[in-house]
């Protein structure tokens, strides 16, 4: 196989998976379904001038198809804005003037047989318009992101800031590329085949797409590092964490705080859910006492309740996960250093 066929095929790929992923989130009814409508038009207008580029390189298209093609570009912008202050602010609504930002993209792709595409000086003047409409938009998402990105989850915050710089770097090299700093066309293709299955494997972990239980946290920043603190004095100097019975309610009742607040401040600022907060204290505790010669012949079901678990498996399955051994392992490794 050619190198120009590798190159089609990862690059045709991308382009089927994207839409895909597009018809997919168009049709996701879980979550927030607006967001999801939105995410679909930016991939779907992506999809639409990336489909463009990998079709130019390999047939000869009429002006007006070219020219449907670069009106994606159009569509991204618009919805990329319009997703961010869905997915990070608290209205989640947007005024139906706004859709007017729509405009641009519905005239363009209704005159598509008239607007000139031939490489004449109108065709540059015409495709800079294109993205410069289009880095007007990165702007005002970029704009979005800063000033909600305290107010919400910082697993979705993360998630759009990340979207916004990946449609910049396809920006960047699509103006790169028209200045002659990039001069390998199709590269635009294969960056996008890229991202689209970064962004898969994202929605397949449920990491991007569900962005966790407290997405739309408003906790005061000070008072939740407050109670973090006081949550950490707690683990460290009571070691509450031995207590096999422990539980999110009774923590919450030491700290004088609710049990919602509580998890949600664990799962902001550590990001993880209180079980698996208490076994990292747990499993701490054991490595002290296996890496002990006080401790060589206690028994390790004997550690682990000691440690705070009710039962061996458990142990040994957390402290794996944790470790990549197993608590034998852990204790004949510490023996030999």
Not at 206 to 218: C, D, E, I, M, V
Not at 258 to 284: A, H, M, T
């Amino acid at each position: 196989m050619t190198k120009e066929a590798i190159i089609l095929v990862l690059s045709c790929l991308g382009v089927v998976q994207a839409l895909f992923l597009s018809g997919y989130l168009f049709t996701l009814n879980k979550g927030d379904r607006k967001a999801n409508i939105f995410l679909a038009f930016i991939i779907l207008g992506l999809t639409i001038r990336i489909g463009k580029s990998v079709l130019n390189v390999y047939l000869d298209l009429m002006p007006w198809q070219r020219n449907l093609g670069l009106s994606g570009i159009l569509l991204v912008g618009p919805f990329l804005w319009f997703y961010g202050r869905v997915l990070l602010s608290t209205t989640k609504i947007i005024p139906r003037k706004d859709y007017l930002h729509l405009v641009p993209f519905v005239l363009f792709a209704l005159l598509c047989d008239f607007i000139p595409n031939t490489r004449s000086s109108a065709s540059y003047i015409i495709y800079l318009m294109v993205f410069g409409h289009l880095a007007i938009y990165i702007g005002l998402s970029f704009f979005v992101f800063f000033k909600y990105r305290m107010k919400v989850h910082s697993q979705r915050a993360k998630w759009f800031r990340n979207l916004v710089l990946g449609v910049a770097l396809i920006w960047i090299f699509y103006m790169g590329n028209l200045a002659g700093v990039f001069s390998y066309y199709i590269g635009g293709a294969l960056f996008f085949s890229l991202l689209i299955y970064i962004f898969s494997f994202l929605f397949l972990q449920k990491h991007a797409f569900q962005l966790g239980k407290y997405n739309t946290s408003t906790l005061d920043p000070l008072s939740a590092e407050q109670l973090m603190s006081s949550l950490k004095i707690l683990f460290v100097e009571q070691e509450v964490f031995l207590d096999n019975s422990i539980s999110l309610e009774r923590i919450a009742r030491k700290l004088d705080a609710s049990p919602r607040k509580l998890s949600q401040i664990i799962n902001e600022k550590e990001q993880k859910n209180f079980s698996d907060f208490v076994n990292g204290y747990r499993i701490e505790k054991a490595k002290a006492l296996l890496s002990d010669p006080k401790y060589n012949k206690e028994k390790i079901i004997a550690i682990a309740y000691d440690c705070g678990f009710g039962n061996v498996t458990s142990f040994n399955l957390a402290f794996k996960a944790k470790t990549q051994l197993t608590p034998s392992q852990y204790r004949n490794k510490s023996k030999n250093l």
